[in-house]
């Protein structure tokens, strides 16, 4: 789960992880508000506003703006962010609208570094990642001077231990901007370990995070992602979660109880069971991949799905625009394929049937299932296996090749 730079920003405050003074906004004359009130606070009349959105990348696509001239300039920032549709390198590039602003006070900012920590699966750990080039082009230092990267594990035990911190803070060349400094910057590293295993985080960014002018440690960015698998030991997260970040279809999906993944090509996939679901991902990969036909989504049904759950699947699939074609794709263990075929026509018959629906089916009930979609009258082509279900379904969707 994404949740906002503002956001995380008071949770970094909660754990003592210095940040400018900010606040979030609603409206234009809620943003000219805050910054009146920053302004009166800090003495300074040089504000930030930023648009809220769950994807980084903001400062380049015009969503990070600095006002010199006051609230009344912070005004006209704000009228133009706010409601903007906002696109990035990491939004895709449909972007997203920006309904909700921060402003921060302006801070002099003397270098700019990089701060994260993450869960390295293969080291089973914690790992800290710090890096000189902080700002807005890090996927591309990592990707181009991966040297320029500089990482330390905490053991789970132990933690991470003083001399990884000072590891880092040396790395960064901290020790040039004076003691203080560096005596900052290895608080900090402190209180970050602590928020990610107390919050139950996968990823915490601070990008960049800064030295000030006056020698002064600052995270003037902020991302965290929390581990969807604590998610019952946490219902502080409702009140973070922001729903119109997330992706509509998935969270209907969610509330429904089935597993669904949107990705980018043009073939639904209804499917019972997570590993059933990639073999179908991978083989419609490797018949479509040549002739442009790959997955529009993963909707994994599981095991114990009802007949209404099914429908609703079914339903989702249909309804998503990208969709040239459907694949169904199950095996009947504890699922039963007439369950699967109920709702396949029940959802059919209730919305219709605009694109080519290819459907292989074993296991329980698969008489029954079969019966049930030929004797439903619908335009359903049968596979005979995984691999013909595939040929089939590039056919459709790509005209005719193979
Ligand atoms: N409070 C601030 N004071 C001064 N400059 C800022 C402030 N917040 C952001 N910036 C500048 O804007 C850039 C982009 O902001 P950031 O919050 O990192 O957004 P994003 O990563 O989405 O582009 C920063 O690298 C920094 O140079
Ligand atoms: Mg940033």
Redesign the pocket.
């Known amino acids: 789960m994404k949740i906002h730079?503002y956001q995380g920003k008071q949770i970094f405050a909660r754990y003592g992880v210095p940040i400018?003074k900010g606040y979030p906004a609603f409206t234009v004359d809620e943003a000219e508000a805050m910054a009146k009130k920053l302004i009166a606070e800090t003495s300074s009349p040089v504000v930030?506003v930023?648009a809220q959105i769950h994807a980084?990348?903001?400062?380049?696509g015009g969503g990070?703006k600095?006002a010199k001239g006051g609230a009344t300039e912070a005004r006209d920032l704000a009228t133009r962010i706010l409601g903007m549709q906002l696109v990035t390198h990491q939004t895709g590039p449909s972007g997203q609208k920006v309904r909700r602003l921060y402003i921060?006070?302006?801070?002099d900012?003397e270098r700019?570094l990089y701060l994260s920590a993450l869960v390295d699966r293969d080291q089973r750990r914690v790992a800290f990642m710090a890096s000189t080039e902080g700002?807005?082009d890090i996927e591309k230092v990592a990707a181009d001077t991966p040297e320029k990267i500089l990482s330390v594990h905490a053991d789970p035990v132990v933690g991470l231990s003083p001399y990884q911190a000072r590891q880092l803070a040396y790395g960064l060349g901290l020790e040039k901007h004076g003691k203080e400094t560096v005596a900052q910057f290895l608080k900090l590293v402190g209180s970050l370990y602590t928020l990610f295993l107390k919050e139950d985080c996968s990823l915490v960014e601070i990008?960049?995070l800064i030295v000030t002018k006056s020698g002064g440690v600052v995270a003037?960015?902020s991302k965290i992602n929390f581990d969807d698998n604590a998610d019952f030991r946490h219902p502080d997260w409702n009140e973070l979660r922001d729903e119109d970040e997330e992706d509509r279809v998935e969270l209907e999906a969610k509330k429904a109880g089935l597993n669904y993944v949107s990705l980018d090509g043009n073939v639904g996939c209804l499917v019972n069971g997570a590993g059933l679901a990639m073999a179908t991902m991978d083989i419609i990969k490797h018949a479509g991949e040549k002739h442009g036909v790959s997955p529009a989504n993963f909707l994994d049904v599981g095991g114990g799905a009802n007949q209404e759950q099914v429908t609703k699947a079914f339903s989702m699939i249909l309804k998503s625009p990208k969709v040239k074609a459907i694949f169904v794709n199950i095996f009947g263990g504890i699922m039963k394929c007439d369950v699967i075929a109920n709702g396949v026509v029940m959802a059919a018959k209730e919305l219709g049937l605009k694109v080519p629906v290819i459907v292989r089916l074993e296991g329980t009930n698969v008489e029954l299932g079969r019966n049930i979609l030929t004797q439903s009258g619908l335009r359903i082509e049968a596979a005979t296996s995984m691999f013909d279900g595939a040929q089939k379904i590039v056919a459709a969707v790509a005209g005719g090749a193979r």
Do not use: A, S, T
């Open positions: 730079e400018p930030v930023k980084g990348g903001r400062g380049k990070v600095v921060e006070q302006g801070l900012i700019e700002g807005m990008n960049p003037l960015d």
